[in-house]
């Protein structure tokens, strides 16, 4: 049968012992029993003249098959990303199979959703010519979108009340409508009837952002105008 191996491997090389000398080519090759690298796809033909102690020769040609390996070339869009967001993946195109970690990606390029921010790792074998394999990985960051749980004390009020609002801490920015309201907590005194919505936009690791807002119930003060027929009587 012949003899098939991918560039990289090793082949074992024997002949019969007990001669005066052996001259392989390629020369790398010494005494009966050797153990012989290929470093290219031309190297793919081993021979061997055995010469007795009478000068007699003989010589013998073994001719195998040496299979490229697969050039990968495994890319994405971006390295880092916040949950919800999606990465194109691809690699080079035109071999016999596409072995993805995670498993969810499939062939020479795709789109990926990481499920979970402890995903670290996409990593790709590629299987080509003779069963040869080839393979790449590349580290990526899957960051937490904030958790944000906009909360007030109060969400009916009459004009002039002040309400507290807050939401969760220990993130980098908290960008308020209305502008008057900062950082995770805050009183905030509406001055209008139309001043009853509020929303914040939390950022956190990775420039991830979550949003979250509430509806106020405003109620306008009564009218009074309090009138007396007189302010001097008996």
């Known amino acids: 049968d012949n003899l098939e191996i991918c560039l990289g491997e090793s082949v074992t090389v024997n002949t019969n012992s007990g001669y005066n000398n052996y001259d392989w080519t390629p020369s790398e090759i010494s005494s009966i029993s050797d153990t012989y690298v290929p470093t290219s796809l031309t190297d793919n033909q081993i021979s061997v003249i055995v010469t007795s102690d009478f000068g007699c020769s003989s010589t013998e040609t073994i001719d195998f098959t040496i299979y ?6 495994l890319s994405i869009d971006d390295t880092y990303l916040c949950m919800g967001e999606s990465l194109v993946v691809s690699a080079n195109s035109g071999y016999n199979n596409y072995a993805w970690t995670p498993s969810s990606i499939s062939g020479n390029t795709d789109v990926y959703f990481p499920t979970s ?5 996409i990593s790709l074998t590629v299987t080509g010519e003779g069963g040869c394999t080839s393979s790449d990985s590349l580290a990526i960051q ?4 904030p958790i944000v749980n906009l909360g007030v004390d109060n969400s009916e009020i009459c004009i002039g009340e002040t309400i507290s609002l807050n939401t969760n801490p220990g993130y980098i920015n908290y960008d308020w409508s209305p502008s ?4 995770n907590t805050d009183m905030y005194t509406p001055t ?4 009853n919505q ?3 936009t939390v950022t956190g690791d990775g420039g991830c ?3 979250d807002n509430l509806d ?3 109620y306008d003060l009564p009218i009074v105008n309090l009138s007396i027929d007189d302010t001097y009587l008996c």
């Open 68 to 73: 490229d390996l697969p050039i990968v070339n």
């Open 117 to 121: 921010s402890s995903e670290d790792m």
């Open 142 to 145: 899957v960051f937490d979108l």
């Open 180 to 183: 008057s309201i900062s950082s």
């Open 192 to 195: 209008s009837l139309t001043d």
């Open 198 to 200: 509020i929303s914040v």
């Open 209 to 211: 952002t979550s949003s």
């Open 216 to 218: 106020l119930t405003i």
